[in-house]
């Protein structure tokens, strides 16, 4: 276990549905991250909060929704999907940046979304 | 924009060779690396973190090193297992923001 848990682990929803995914680390860490992975295409990065503030959003359509209630959880909010966002989303946590290095990287494994 | 490349694409061998596995960045300015190891379906699990001080990090059977004047990362796998089948990402972070950049992997096969 990686300390970060993600929950479902498996989510069919139709293009109309409203779906959360569910993020939750238990590292002590400050910032968080949700990323996407599709078929043969790299990690791309969706969103970061750092200290609990979005610091990242890399061109997400707004069909995604973040939120980040406290340090510990993150939520990705769901709504009229498209077959296109069926992918692997996965959480990281990090202990954000200050003067101090590290910043490694623990992911969570993943909720697979499959949009019909 | 930071690009990063990772040959071979994918990688079979038989058990018990060593391994080098090959990252290339093009923006030389990065915070540090890290190396995660993802099995199918599955979710990323950390392997070793370089520091963009550091030439190289050891952990067991790992050794990756660090020339972030030339934009090269590589991971050694020695006496490689069939448990080390799994997809290598090398990940290089911004020294601007946390943001870490991927490549598309090396996916590895140890056969017995």
């Known amino acids: 276990e990686t300390g970060v848990t993600q929950t479902p682990r498996h989510l069919v929803m139709g293009m109309t549905n409203k779906k959360s995914l569910k993020c939750e680390q238990h590292?002590?860490?400050?910032?968080m991250y949700w990323y996407k992975q599709s078929a043969k295409k790299p990690l791309e990065l969706m969103f970061v909060?750092?200290?609990?503030?979005?610091?990242e959003n890399n061109s997400v359509p707004s069909r995604f929704s973040p939120e980040c209630p406290n340090s510990s959880h993150l939520f990705l909010h769901l709504h009229t999907l498209q077959p296109e966002d069926s992918a692997l989303y996965l959480c990281?946590?990090?202990?954000?940046?200050?003067?101090?290095?590290?910043?490694?990287?623990?992911f969570g494994p993943g909720t697979r979304l499959t949009v019909l | 924009k930071q690009e990063v490349t990772q040959i071979p694409a994918a990688l079979s061998v038989p058990e018990g060779e060593n391994l080098v596995l090959n990252c290339s960045f093009t923006?030389?300015?990065?915070?540090?690396l890290q190396w995660f190891r993802q099995d199918p379906g599955k979710g990323l699990t950390s392997l070793l973190l370089?520091?963009?001080?550091?030439r190289e990090q050891t952990s067991g059977r790992l050794n990756a090193s660090l020339d972030k004047s030339s934009g090269r990362s590589t991971l050694y796998i020695a006496a490689s297992q069939p448990g080390d089948s799994a997809t290598y990402l090398c990940?290089?972070?911004?020294?601007?923001?946390?943001?870490?950049?991927f490549g598309t992997g090396t996916r590895l096969q140890v056969f017995p």
């Open positions: 990940a290089p972070s911004s020294y601007n923001t946390d943001k870490l950049i």
């Open positions: 590292l002590g860490h400050n910032a």
């Open positions: 923006d030389s300015a990065i915070y540090n």
């Open positions: 990281a946590s990090s202990q954000a940046r200050t003067s101090e290095p590290g910043d490694e990287q623990f």
């Open positions: 370089i520091q963009s001080s550091q």
């Open positions: 909060y750092s200290l609990e503030e979005r610091v």
